[in-house]
């Protein structure tokens, strides 16, 4: 089971993310029971994902049709801890828990407004992609990613 904090450790974690982004659910986007079919939830943390490295200005960028740092989620989990609601103003939070030679694993969370009430956390590993295989991450990059990176004591 993910768990990312302590019991009564979520405000401390939240400060430690390093990007957050409102959004609102769209009606469309919900059930029979007027919740977020939980189907929506990986495409809110790919559209925070891909927002957050597009903000970070890919040093090594190759077009502006394609998202900076290029890479691909290969593996995606999520634990779901209360619902979202159509038109509910929500956030999505982002940290760099660990960066690997190719690969990240990034932590998310979505939040009622200012972040009061995590709704879902999710873990993502990414691996960087070149030429349809994983290539590391450059010099620039790394060190974009690393300044965003926890040290591990």
Known sequence: MLEFYPPQGEAEWLRSCVW???????FFETDALGHVSNVFYTAYIEMGRLSFFNSLNDPDRESEYVFGFVHNAAEIAMRFLRPCFYDEALQIHIKIAKLGTSSAILEHAITSEGGADIRTLARVAIVRMKDGAATPWSAAQRTILERLT???R
């Open 20 to 26: 957050s982004q409102p959004f609102r659910p769209r």
């Open 150 to 152: 926890p040290k591990i």
